[in-house]
């Protein structure tokens, strides 16, 4: 059981285009997801955190008007990279629980590429 | 407030010995903790929990830990180290939200 999927798994885009991720629990309702970014050899950075219904909490120096997150569903949350630049390619993980501070079951990530 | 110390960024075993990664932790309360292990372009794996019930914890894939409050610490062992175990692992305590220790990559030798 709990299980996280995302999708794409890569994506290459042009500079100034829009990426949409997907993260979705498929055998679990998410109240709480998360969006982390990871840079080679590096820990992980939480992005925000989505609460379903909610607007989503975005760390600090994470501009939000960015990297939008809606959490439209108890299941799915999306990430969209708007105007997305070369600086923006990462590796990027979703993660869902029950709660704030329950255990966090993470998705495969997503490989951004931006030319 | 919490943090998280791997204290060791790489760990070189041979295969069939014992594995140690440590990891320290601090936390104004009872935390919970947790090991993740997390293979090249992969998502992360949770390996273990521990939320206050019992101090040693089993996981999967052999692997346990041990939750010592005097030392402050959970360090993750196996006894015997596989090729597959060859991976980035991360410590990491939760409050509100994760935080991540920086990582230990283990490498077990053939």
């Not at chain 1, 999708?7 to 998410?30: M, N, Y």
């Not at chain 1, 379903?52 to 990279?81: M, R, W």
């Not at chain 1, 990027?92 to 629980?97: E, G, K, L, M």
Request: aromatic share 12%; proline share 4%.
């Amino acid at each position: 059981g709990a299980v996280v999927s995302q999708h794409p798994s890569w994506v290459i885009c042009k500079s100034g285009t829009s990426v949409k991720i997907e993260c979705r629990s498929l055998d679990f309702q998410a109240t709480t997801m998360f969006w982390y970014r990871q840079f080679p050899k590096q820990s992980l950075m939480l992005m925000a955190t989505s609460n379903e219904g909610s607007k989503a909490t975005y760390e600090q120096g994470v501009e939000k008007d960015k990297f939008l997150i809606n959490h439209a569903s108890l299941t799915l949350s999306t990430l969209t990279v708007t105007s997305a630049h070369p600086e923006d390619s990462s590796f990027y993980i979703c993660s869902a629980s029950s709660g704030s501070g329950d255990t966090q079951y993470f998705g495969p990530g997503t490989r951004l590429t931006v030319l | 407030a919490q943090s998280v110390t791997q204290l060791d960024s790489h760990v070189s075993v041979s295969e069939g010995t014992p594995v140690l990664l440590r990891c320290n932790y601090s936390s104004s309360y009872s935390p919970s903790l947790f090991w993740y292990v997390q293979h090249p372009n992969k998502g992360l794996q949770l390996l273990l929990k521990y939320t206050s019930a019992a101090t040693l914890v089993k996981g999967i894939n052999g692997f346990e830990a041990e939750f010592k409050k005097s030392e402050t610490s959970f360090h993750l062992t196996k006894p015997s180290a596989h090729m597959s175990d060859a991976a980035e692992y991360f410590c990491v305590v939760s409050g509100s939200k994760f935080y991540f220790g920086s990582g230990t990559k283990l490498n077990v030798k053939p």
